[in-house]
């Protein structure tokens, strides 16, 4: 399961499991481990401004996340499919995001903006590998 609200950001991993906009970073640890079963890896234990999951379901397949704070809040997270060719990777990214893929013939990057942000979905053209970006607006 992987499910965008378009409106909010939010992005539910499980039915008990979500991450969104300026999430604490204290809770996103819990909720990834939880459903990962494994610690997730912070850059810095005390101040991490970057974090890293372990293999967790998604969209009926595995991918691993990369999430970035600022001030101890989330402010976007990747997502990285594991195992898949490129185009299947893409499609599973699209079907999280809820949109059908306009670049699929090409696997070109794709930006789409929300009302909380962004989400950019990108191929390396080298390894074939795509990945979902959610970045969040800092509101001030």
């Known amino acids: 399961m ?13 039915d008990t499991v979500s991450l969104w906009a300026n999430m604490p970073r204290k809770r996103l640890i819990a909720g990834l481990e939880e459903i990962t079963g494994k610690p997730c890896v ?50 599973l990214l699209f079907r999280c995001i809820g949109t059908p893929d306009p670049c699929a013939d090409t696997m070109r990057s794709v930006l789409r903006r929300y009302a909380f942000g962004t989400a950019w979905i990108a191929t390396d053209p080298r390894s074939g590998g795509a990945s979902l970006r959610i970045t969040y607006a800092v509101k001030e």
């Open 2 to 14: 992987c499910v965008l609200d378009e409106t909010s950001g939010k992005i539910a991993l499980t």
């Open 42 to 91: 912070p850059d810095d234990p005390q101040h991490a401004a970057m974090l890293s999951s372990g293999a967790l379901a998604f969209g009926g397949a595995a991918a691993s996340c990369l999430c970035s704070f600022s001030l101890g809040r989330l402010r976007s997270v990747v997502f990285y499919p594991l195992g898949g060719t490129a185009a299947e990777q893409r499609a």
